[in-house]
């Protein structure tokens, strides 16, 4: 026998979940085909559902869609959303990102420990940015950062020392062959060990530090906890991270006597009072700070040399410019970086390998709007998040000339050069607070290496097999090159 107020139960419950079904259709098919984005091009699923862009982000694959599928056959503006728009049009991007300075979207919250805990990279709240930076901005002074040169020549000088044990080992007539791309990476998280959290992590020396690994594990940890809420109960938390930082910020307090002035202690010097940071904000930017200071930089150089391994013409010409500047200096002692910031081929060099591969192959800063922006003629409503693709402008033949895709240093030398197409630390308020510390390390590292190596290139590689989550990387997480020193 039926319970008659079970059935009723049951029946309003159908009721119920068929409208919102319903109401979810409708909204979907709305947004998609009648609401404000739906004239900009781009796939017909895009505009329906954000499951394409996400799958392709799982894989760290979605730099190559953006760049070698959407643009070339959409155009400067394309759908890549339900709300998400990717703009290649240097007049805009220069609107958003440098005139009038949008907000970050609500997206970067997914790189958050916690929805409520912002940091410098994660934050949306232009008034927290500004204040937090105002804090961290010592730290990363013209001033502040020559003084750490010391520290960042002792890890490049246990670099160059590995590679010549490595040549003494095999044949110092042969070479050795030497994994570049990882050396790259090691380095610079031993810099930004030494210089930021008072030690190296030996990384060069042993290779084997657990940190590096458990910030990536972190992270992935983060994007698939925020990014898909329904799996958080399913994905364990991991102490590693928080113990570390939470150890390296309880000595340091305890520490007598004069304290070492690196980064770690700028940050723990930040504020007075009740505007000191928590201990939770000081390990969260000691986080941001790792990999901001180690994969973007490594990445970077690694495709420095690597360029000019491919470019004959070009490495001899930087290699000539640095012999002559440095003809008195032993090649096992590294350049001052007072000298090797005025070189013009070595800066040469550098702009236009961050021009050809920035670090924002993904589509660079994701802005959104605090109101409907009409831009050019396009309509950017409320909410919307922008993803500024600096990328394709520096890839863009109309800004840069038919030669934009070869490597052309020189180029860097004219008159015209479309410095409103070329954003390597991005720009505004939101440009990237460590510049002047990569632009040292780069600099340090390819001026010494190139002083006392040879190196020649391995045939069958393939250096654009990127994948990126938040930073580039290589996919196979190596590249192999042969090494000599220099007669």
Not at 184 to 209: C, Q, R
Not at 415 to 444: H, K, T, V
């Amino acid at each position: 026998m039926a319970i008659p107020y079970v059935d009723d139960a049951v029946n309003a419950i159908g009721i119920i979940s068929i409208a919102l079904l319903f109401k979810y259709m409708f909204r979907t098919i709305y947004v998609a085909y009648f609401g404000p984005l739906s004239k900009i091009p781009g796939p017909k699923l895009s505009a329906l559902s954000a499951i394409p862009l996400l799958l392709r982000g799982a894989k760290g694959k979605r730099w190559h869609w953006y760049q070698r599928e959407l643009r070339p056959k959409y155009g400067k503006i394309v759908r890549i959303g339900p709300d998400m728009i990717l703009v290649s049009d240097k007049d805009i991007i220069r609107q958003i990102v440098v005139k009038e300075d949008w907000p970050k979207g609500e997206f970067y919250k997914i790189f958050r420990v916690a929805p409520h805990l912002h940091t410098l990279f994660s934050t949306t709240d232009k008034a927290f940015h500004k204040e937090r930076r105002r804090l961290l901005a010592p730290a990363f002074s013209i001033k502040y950062i020559r003084s750490l040169e010391p520290y960042m020549s002792m890890c490049i000088r246990n670099l160059n020392d590995k590679i010549d044990s490595l040549i003494q080992e095999n044949s110092p007539t042969d070479g050795a062959v030497i994994d570049l791309y990882r050396m790259m990476v090691n380095t610079t998280l031993d810099s930004i060990g030494e210089t930021a959290f008072g030690g190296t992590f030996n990384m060069v020396k042993e290779g084997n530090h657990p940190l590096p690994k458990e910030v990536v594990v972190e992270l992935s940890r983060r994007i698939r906890r925020n990014g898909f809420p329904i799996l958080k109960p399913f994905i364990k938390s991991n102490r590693y991270l928080y113990d570390f930082s939470s150890e390296l910020i309880r000595r340091r307090r305890q520490e007598a006597g004069t304290r070492r002035k690196d980064i770690l202690q700028i940050i723990l010097d930040a504020g007075e009072g009740e505007a000191a940071l928590p201990d939770i904000d000081i390990y969260e930017q000691i986080i941001e700070f790792l990999i901001g200071g180690s994969d973007t930089t490594s990445f970077s150089t690694f495709f420095v040399l690597i360029m000019l391994l491919n470019h004959p013409s070009k490495i001899h010409k930087l290699i000539e410019e640095l012999d002559n500047e440095f003809v008195d200096l032993p090649r096992n002692e590294l350049p001052k970086h007072e000298k090797l910031k005025k070189l013009p081929y070595l800066n040469a060099v550098i702009n236009e390998t961050m021009r050809l591969w920035p670090i924002s192959l993904d589509g660079g800063s994701g802005r959104s709007p605090t109101e409907d922006k009409i831009i050019n003629g396009v309509l950017f409503p409320k909410g919307t998040l922008v993803l500024t693709n600096f990328y394709a402008l520096q890839h863009s033949a109309e800004y840069w000339g038919n030669d934009v895709d070869e490597f052309v240093p020189e180029r860097w030398f004219k008159d015209d050069i479309p410095y409103d197409a070329f954003y390597p630390f991005s720009a505004g308020s939101r440009n990237c607070i460590g510049q002047n510390f990569a632009l040292l390390e780069m600099r340090l590292i390819i001026s010494s290496l190139l002083r006392r190596f040879r190196f020649e290139d391995i045939p069958g590689q393939d250096y654009s097999d990127i994948v990126q989550f938040v930073t580039p990387s290589l996919a196979q997480n190596e590249y192999k090159v042969r090494a000599w020193n220099r007669s």
